[in-house]
């Protein structure tokens, strides 16, 4: 069938991008929003709104029954979850499902299945995806479990089976510390997860993050080439970029027959990111795992292809084949995405929702503002501090960084502190510019560069 | 005397460390100034708010989990 209508189960600046990308189709507009998000640019474009609920995400966005009933009651034939919320949520894809309503994305089996970390890691194996490297699932005896370092070389990482999103890690360096460890770590586990289940696992020192658009109808899987996002403040990617900063073209085919192999290994249907450690020295590349949605940096592979990855999403949803073959997609040029945030980059990154008081946004050949802001608007303090996202096309990276800087400093958000500076420092940083960074790098230049440049400001 | 305790920032209050711990502190017990009252929760980052002033009973404003704006008064504190 031919989607009609759809139901956009989201905030922010993705819901402003999906109602756009919906409404190029044709299709009719339904936003689920909660009380805070009611005068929102969303609410304000999309053909209808469905009130889910109170500010807090828990009792609105996150609740699978406000959401599937709103669905219901708007009589839409779809629903777009975006990121984050419900949008790797098995159930809520089960429940949309169930409604008789088509979740756009892969399937719930597809989701619960490179959801889990571990099952992952060995459908990517078995695909033939190299994983990062490690003990072959879980390891009890001591003695086994030192030889099992040793073969991988120090450091490695003991882990616990049931830990995740970087809780239940320790890094050690060589056999003797490991042997002292092992022990205290898995009656660690235990305490902390009730599973004294233990893994281990190399620590690529110095690595890229490195990770492959996919897209899939069921049938067919293509890739769209990779984004780096290798700047990160507490995991959290602040700059991406398409393509990976000096990746070798041999390097970058097999990672990307690698995650189109992983994807129709799963029968994989729509819009989805394998994401991948990659080790400069070595030139090794290495799983880490799959999100099985739109990702927030999705526009840098759009400026680069010139594909429109959400319409795509939707089509595929409404039963269409992909619209493209693999031979169709090339990447031309170099984009660059700065996530603006409201936080203050001077004052350890504190948030600072309010009024938008002056919005000008730079325009011109290769700029893409992708953003929920207008003047006037009240940023709620209930939701992440993403106010936008600026995207930079150039030619080759040193024009698109040349641009960058330009763009940047044409970009002005008062009202609220924002990230703009931040970025303005790093378009203009050797290291960066040199393209000499990694998944470490952000953080401690924080520390020292940044610091320095905020002190030389306060005195000047 | 009291003196009222007010919200350094907006977002959502909570009066407790997690969903399943104590309150930090319960409506009369005493508090020191450098004693956590709560947490302000905004654009999902925590940020501890603390007494400020010592004294003999807190007796909050506000219920936990709700809704502040900043400046907002979030208990008061009998000297």
Redesign the interface.
């Known amino acids: 069938m031919t989607l009609r209508s759809v139901l956009i189960a989201n905030r922010g600046e993705i819901a402003v991008r999906i109602i756009r990308a919906a409404k190029a189709l044709g299709l009719r507009t339904v936003l689920a929003h909660s009380v805070a998000d009611k005068d929102s640019l969303a609410a304000q474009l999309a053909d209808e709104t469905v009130d889910i609920g109170p ?2 995400a828990k009792k609105s966005y996150l609740n699978i029954e406000a959401v599937v009933n709103a669905a219901k009651t708007a009589k839409v034939d779809a629903v777009h979850p975006g990121y984050g919320f419900l949008a790797e949520n098995a159930e809520f894809a089960d429940a949309v499902t169930a409604a008789g309503i088509i979740f756009v994305g892969p399937s719930a089996e597809a989701i619960r299945l490179l959801g889990d970390k571990v099952m992952a890691r060995q459908v990517a194996a078995l695909a033939g995806v190299p994983t990062v490297p490690g003990s072959d699932g879980r390891v009890t005896d001591l003695g086994e479990a030192i030889a099992i370092a040793a073969r991988i070389g120090f450091p490695v990482m003991i882990k616990a089976a049931a830990g995740g999103g970087g809780r239940g890690i320790r890094i050690v360096q060589d056999a003797d510390e490991f042997a002292r460890q092992f022990p205290q770590a898995s009656s660690e586990a235990a305490a902390a997860f009730g599973d004294g289940g233990l893994y281990i696992e190399k620590v690529i020192e110095r690595a890229r993050h490195v990770e492959v658009q996919i897209l899939g109808d069921g049938s067919d899987v293509v890739h769209c080439y990779e984004r780096e996002c290798s700047l990160q403040r507490r995991r959290q990617k602040v700059w991406e970029e398409a393509p990976a900063v000096g990746l070798p073209d041999d390097v970058r085919q097999r990672l990307c027959a690698s995650a189109v192999a992983l994807g129709r290994a799963v029968g994989y249907s729509g819009a989805g990111t394998v994401e991948y450690l990659y080790d400069d020295a070595s030139g090794e590349f290495y799983f880490i795992e799959v999100n099985t949605r739109i990702q927030v940096e999705h526009p840098v592979t759009e400026m680069i292809t010139g594909l429109d990855l959400v319409q795509e999403m939707l089509r595929i949803a409404g039963g269409a084949k992909l619209s493209v073959s693999q031979d169709d997609i090339r990447i031309e040029g170099h984009a660059i995405e700065c996530r603006i945030n ?2 203050d980059p001077y004052k350890g990154f504190m ?1 600072g ?1 309010g009024t938008i008081e002056t919005l000008v946004v730079p325009d011109g050949e290769g700029i893409r503002f992708d953003t929920l802001l207008f003047e006037g608007y009240a940023v709620p ?5 993403l106010l936008g996202k600026l995207i930079v096309r150039g030619a080759d990276r040193a024009d698109c960084l040349a641009r960058l800087r330009t763009a940047l400093d044409g970009l002005v958000i008062t009202g609220i502190p924002t990230t703009i500076p931040l970025h303005a420092a790093l378009a203009r940083d050797a290291s960066v510019t040199d393209g000499r960074t990694h998944t470490r790098f952000l953080e401690p230049w924080l520390e020292s560069d940044f610091a320095q440049l905020a002190r030389a400001r306060e005195d000047a | 005397m009291s003196t009222e305790i007010k919200s350094p ?4 209050f909570y009066r407790k460390p997690s969903p399943e711990s104590a309150p930090f502190k319960n409506d009369g017990d005493s508090v020191a100034a450098d004693d956590v009252i709560g947490l302000v929760e ?4 925590f940020h501890e708010v603390k007494a400020g002033v010592a004294g003999k009973g807190i007796r909050f404003a506000i219920d936990d ?1 709700d ?1 502040v704006m900043a400046g907002q008064v979030i208990a008061e504190v009998e000297a």
């Open positions: 500010p807090a409201a936080e948030p929702p303090p209930f939701y992440d501090s | 920032l907006p977002g959502v905004v654009m999902k980052s989990a809704a």
